[in-house]
């Protein structure tokens, strides 16, 4: 069982910079690789950033340059750096964590067996 708490959404300018955090519980975090996904009303959950449990990382393109996203093993804790927000941005985001399936697609939701609550970014232009 793996139970994910994100934390660090609210309300910011376009332009401006959060930074989301995700704390993972269990013992297996560091053989997991972990998503960011994002739901806006009325929209589909869409992909937004994965980490391989080795730190790889692969960003979806309309946040690539953008975002960053980063893990800490030591803390059970993966981060979303988000910086040159936009309006577009604006979402619940969704921490996620899959085991490592090899060849599969990590940008697809389902590829995910555990999800967090989500965490509200607003960005106001």
């Known amino acids: 069982q793996v139970q994910l708490v994100e934390s660090g959404g609210g309300l910011v300018h376009s332009g401006g910079s959060l930074r989301l955090s995700c704390v993972a519980s269990?013992?297996?975090?560091?053989?997991?690789?972990m998503g960011w996904f994002r739901q806006a009303p009325d929209k589909e959950r869409e992909f937004v950033a994965t980490?391989?449990?080795?730190?790889?990382?692969y960003y979806a393109g309309s946040v690539k340059g953008r975002f960053t996203m980063s893990r800490d093993n030591a803390k059970n804790t993966v981060y979303l750096q988000m910086n040159s927000l936009k309006p577009e941005d604006t979402a619940v985001y969704y921490c996620?964590?899959?085991?490592?399936?090899?060849?599969?697609?990590?940008?697809?939701?389902?590829?995910?067996?555990?999800w967090g609550q989500g965490t509200q970014v607003t960005v106001s232009s």
């Open positions: 980490i391989t449990w080795s730190g790889n990382t």
């Open positions: 996620a964590s899959t085991p490592v399936l090899g060849s599969v697609d990590y940008t697809a939701v389902a590829t995910y067996d555990y």
């Open positions: 269990g013992r297996t975090f560091s053989s997991r690789n």
